[in-house]
C-alpha cells in the first residue's frame, strides 16, 4: 500500500522549511552550552552544529564528509542550519568534537525531545512514525585533520 506523505521529498529546500520550527533550538543549547575556554573562538553554538548533523539525513549528502564540503554552495542548507557566512561552516572535526561533548546520552536527549515535538502535531489515531536513533553505534572516522 502507498501512503502519500504530505511532507516534501526529502532533500528538498522545502522540506528543511517545514522541518526548521520543530527543532528545539533553546533546549539543544541548555543542554550543550559549548566551550567558554579562553582560545579559539566558536563560532558556532550547538543547535547549529546538531542542525549540520541533521543534514546528513536530510539531504542526498549522506556523510558528515560530504555534508561540510558542500555546505558552502548549498544557501538552503546554511539557512536550515543557521549559517549566515557562507565560507565560515564547520569542518568534520568540529563536528566530530560537537558528538564527543554531547555524548549518546546528550544525543538521546535532544532526540527525545525533538520526537515530542513532533508528536505534537500528529493526529490521534493516525499513521505510526518510527525515527531510527543510531546514537549509540560507533562512527567511521579519519583521524586526518
Known amino acids: ?12 529546500a522545502e522540506l528543511l522549511a517545514v522541518l526548521t520550527p520543530y527543532i528545539p533550538d533553546e533546549f539543544i543549547n541548555r543542554l550543550l552550552p559549548g566551550n567558554r575556554r579562553q582560545g579559539r573562538r566558536n563560532y558556532f553554538d550547538a543547535a547549529q552544529l546538531w542542525r549540520v548533523h541533521l543534514l546528513a539525513l536530510l539531504s542526498p549528502a549522506h556523510s ?48 527525545e525531545q525533538l520526537v515530542r515535538r513532533l508528536l505534537r502535531f500528529l493526529p490521534a489515531g493516525g499513521q505510526s512514525v518510527a525515527i531510527i536513533d543510531a546514537t549509540d553505534l560507533p562512527a567511521a572516522r579519519s583521524e586526518e585533520h
Open 1 to 12: 500500500m502507498f501512503v502519500q506523505s504530505s511532507l516534501p521529498a526529502t532533500g528538498t
Open 64 to 111: 558528515f564528509n560530504a555534508v561540510a564540503r558542500l555546505l558552502p554552495e548549498q544557501p538552503a542548507w546554511r539557512r536550515f542550519a543557521l549559517l549566515d557566512h557562507r565560507y565560515r561552516t564547520p569542518d568534520v572535526h568540529m563536528l566530530s568534537q560537537f558528538r564527543a561533548a554531547a555524548g549518546v546520552a546528550g544525543l538521546r536527549q535532544i532526540n
